[in-house]
């Protein structure tokens, strides 16, 4: 009798361990991802990332809001701040996108340091191991054009950095000496072929061995670079992660950054270009990681001063954010 009760409770205690064991393994996979599974099952046909989560950003077309954009520019441009402004956004999930000047030229300036990034990422994956390689920073080839927007940390005269390194400075602190150091490296590298001019018609950029650095860049054209990079459309998933982190870290705290929340993280480039006292070009485009639905904007403009025009780009890039939180549901 006592062994059978033995048994019995032998018994309980084995299905009681292997309740336990279920519970633990099957702990990681929480609630959210049960969940997330069986909507994923229930929706087959449309994109789950959209419809399995807690909220939604409203797809519905911006035309109202453009139209509202346009007027709040017009204003801008009769109190003197701005003469020329243009806009592109698009939202990044399978969202509306909507232009304003779209197709409007500029001088790109300091932008076309992210298509040299996306030429020298695009060598590492032909030669690994290049992003280690070092360079010594000579001082010969800085040029002249003057930052009004300069660098907090710049190259010292005949120290040695690895290009990963000088790629990060001219990224995130759109240093000069950087891009310079590496245009020249690739000048070296391949002196027969423009690197960088395959890099500007790969990406849509132009379509000929045409120079890019002149009046001749639009925003719609230079925001598709943004879009490539996140929908892992032109390097390796490293190097797409890699390159949006690196803008990621712009020190430039101006311009889109400079009226959205701390907490929301932008991957942003921007670009200047004084050609006289009265002629004056500002830029900045990136994405714009609103929780659970990206957004990249780019917005270039033209006036007589710099401290205007991220005025402008800052009160621009505020409108857009506030719209796209009005439509969380």
């Not at 070092?134 to 040029?143: A, N």
């Not at 995130?172 to 960088?196: E, Q």
Request: aromatic content about 10%; charged content about 25%.
């Amino acid at each position: 009798m006592k062994i059978r009760i033995k048994i019995q409770y032998l018994v309980i205690a084995l299905i009681l361990l292997i309740l336990v064991v279920g519970i633990i393994w099957s702990w990681p996979r929480n609630v959210n991802e049960v969940a997330k599974e069986s909507c994923d099952k229930e929706y087959e046909w449309v994109n789950p990332n959209i419809v399995c989560r807690d909220f939604t950003i409203s797809k519905v077309e911006y035309a109202v809001f453009k139209n509202k954009l346009i007027d709040k520019i017009e204003v801008m441009k009769k109190e003197g701040k701005v003469e020329e402004v243009a806009v592109y956004f698009r939202d990044l999930e399978a969202g509306p996108t909507f232009g304003i000047n779209d197709r409007m030229n500029f001088i790109p300036a300091s932008l076309l340091k992210l298509p040299v990034m996306l030429t020298l990422f695009k060598l590492e994956e032909e030669e690994s191991g290049l992003l280690e390689k070092k360079l010594t920073y000579s001082g010969q080839s800085e040029g002249t054009l003057v930052q009004y927007f300069s660098p907090e940390k710049s190259l010292e005269l005949g120290k040695s950095y690895t290009i990963d390194d000088l790629i990060f400075r001219m990224i995130a602190y759109s240093d000069n000496r950087s891009y310079f150091t590496l245009t020249d490296y690739l000048k070296k590298v391949s002196p027969d072929i423009n690197l960088i001019s395959e890099t500007y018609q790969e990406l849509g950029m132009v379509i000929d061995n045409a120079d890019v650095s002149a009046d001749d860049l639009s925003v719609k054209t230079y925001a598709s670079i943004f879009r490539i990079l996140y929908n892992i459309s032109y390097l390796s998933d490293e190097l797409s992660e890699k390159a949006l982190s690196y803008l990621g870290h712009s020190d430039f705290e101006d311009g889109l950054v400079r009226n959205l929340p701390e907490n929301i993280p932008i991957a942003h480039k921007f670009g200047e270009r004084s050609i006289s006292d009265d002629n004056k070009q500002l830029h900045d485009c990136g994405i714009i990681y609103y929780p659970g639905n990206p957004y990249s904007l780019c917005i270039m403009t033209r006036g007589k001063n710099l401290e205007y025009l991220n005025d402008v780009i800052g009160a621009i890039s505020q409108e857009v954010y506030q719209e796209v939180d009005s439509r969380r549901q």
